[in-house]
């Protein structure tokens, strides 16, 4: 997935702002929480951070072109980054970026979820 297709899939989800910090990070949020991060280091290949659950976090961390990501898991935290992966995987990335936007904007206060319509019912 490209940077480009990164942000597109992004900016589609629900409630979503971006900012671009950390060294040229491309950096997407919900509520004022970053759900995920493109870039973060040089590399030939675009990397992409997440976060995920506990189960997601165990199996990626052994899957090939994946790892906890720097500085996040080092503190403990369920971030995954995808740093080499081929392309016919851009729709498990997908997935799993819409995944991290839920888990994120579920630890949002309920009147936070509520001003921005997420959850719902």
């Avoid at 942000?7 to 979503?16: G, K």
């Avoid at 080499?84 to 819409?98: F, G, K, M, Q, V």
């Amino acid at each position: 997935m490209t940077y480009e297709a990164f942000n597109d899939f992004c900016r589609s989800l629900p409630a979503v702002s971006y900012v671009m910090q950390w060294g040229g990070s491309h950096v997407w949020k919900v509520g004022g929480k970053v759900f995920a991060i493109g870039g973060w280091e040089n590399a030939a290949r675009p990397a992409f951070t997440f976060k995920t659950c506990e189960s997601d976090f165990l199996f990626l961390s052994d899957e090939p072109g994946y790892r906890p990501a720097p500085y996040f898991a080092s503190r403990g935290m369920m971030w995954i980054q995808q740093y080499s992966a081929p392309d016919t995987e851009d729709d498990e990335l997908r997935y799993y970026l819409e995944e991290s936007h839920y888990i994120v904007s579920l630890g949002l206060t309920r009147k936070k979820q509520k001003e921005l319509g997420l959850h719902q019912n």
